[in-house]
T-cell receptor, first 112, second 118 residues
Framework: SQQGEEDPQALSIQEGENATMNCSYK?????LQWYRQNSGRGLVHLIL?????REKHSGRLRVTLDTSKKSSSLLITASRAADTASYFC????????????FGKGTHLIIQP | NAGVTQTPKFQVLKTGQSMTLQCAQD?????MYWYRQDPGMGLRLIYY???????DKGEVPNGYNVSRLNKREFSLRLESAAPSQTSVYFC?????????????????FGPGTRLTVL
C-alpha cells in the first residue's frame, strides 16, 4: 500500500513565489527522499534527508523532517517556470524490501 | 554515460499477449528496481534485485516475472498481459547492494515505458 501522502495534490503559484509541499508517511523510516517528475519523463532525485536529520538545504530547496509527526515538507524558493512538475516524496524503511515507497505526488504549476 | 535506459518507449498489447521490458544501467550499480505508475498514483514497486543473481517481490508482483541477466540488465516480463497492467513502467538503479541494506541510496530512473493493454 502507498505509504506517503502529499499535500496539496495540486498547487499553482506565480513565478518568484515560494512553493511548499507536504508529505506524510505511516511507518518508521530510515530516510526520506524527494523526486521531481516532468511531464512524460522519469523521476529525478532532488534531495535525501535521513531520519536523524531535521533540515537539509540544496540550492533553492529546503527539506524538513519531523519524525514525531511522520511528516516532511519541501520548500522551493523563488520559483521558476522550469520548476513546473510533479513532486513525490519517497520513504525508505530499511525493512525487507529495498525499494522506496512513494506518495501520490503534488503537481506544481508555476505561472509566468 | 547513458544512465538508465529502457526499451521500448511505447507498446500496445492485446490481452493475453506476452512481452519483455528491457532495462540497462551503465553506472555499475548493484541494485535495480521495476516500478509501475498509474494515473493519480505514485510509483509502486513490482520487483527488485539487490544484487546480481537475486530478485525479490515488491508491493505488486502478481502477473510479472523478472530476470537479472547480469549486473547491467534487469528485465520485466508480462507472460499474459491484462488490461489492469496498462501503466507506465519505470526501471531504476542504485549503488547500494545486499550488503548495504541499512540505508537506501538515491535511485536513478529510466525514462519509462508506456504500456497499453487492450
Amino acid at each position: 500500500s502507498q505509504q506517503g501522502e502529499e499535500d496539496p495534490q495540486a498547487l499553482s503559484i506565480q513565478e518568484g513565489e515560494n512553493a511548499t509541499m507536504n508529505c506524510s508517511y505511516k511507518t518508521s523510516i530510515n530516510n526520506l527522499q524527494w523526486y521531481r517528475q516532468n511531464s512524460g519523463r522519469g523521476l529525478v532525485h532532488l534531495i535525501l534527508i535521513r531520519s536523524n536529520e531535521r533540515e537539509k538545504h540544496s540550492g533553492r530547496l529546503r527539506v524538513t523532517l519531523d519524525t514525531s509527526k511522520k511528516s516532511s515538507s519541501l520548500l522551493i524558493t523563488a520559483s521558476r517556470a522550469a520548476d513546473t512538475a510533479s513532486y513525490f516524496c519517497a520513504s525508505y524503511s530499511g525493512g525487507g524490501a529495498d525499494g522506496l515507497t512513494f506518495g501520490k505526488g503534488t503537481h506544481l504549476i508555476i505561472q509566468p | 554515460n547513458a544512465g538508465v535506459t529502457q526499451t521500448p518507449k511505447f507498446q500496445v498489447l492485446k490481452t493475453g499477449q506476452s512481452m519483455t521490458l528491457q532495462c540497462a544501467q551503465d553506472m555499475n550499480h548493484n541494485s535495480m528496481y521495476w516500478y509501475r505508475q498509474d494515473p493519480g498514483m505514485g510509483l509502486r514497486l513490482i520487483y527488485y534485485s539487490a544484487s546480481e543473481g537475486t530478485t525479490d517481490k515488491g508491493e505488486v508482483p502478481n502477473g510479472y516475472n523478472v530476470s537479472r541477466l547480469n549486473k547491467r540488465e534487469f528485465s520485466l516480463r508480462l507472460e499474459s498481459a491484462a488490461p489492469s497492467q496498462t501503466s507506465v513502467y519505470f526501471c531504476a538503479s542504485t549503488r547500494r547492494g545486499v550488503s548495504d541494506r541499512v540505508v537506501a541510496d538515491t535511485q536513478y530512473f529510466g525514462p519509462g515505458t508506456r504500456l497499453t493493454v487492450l
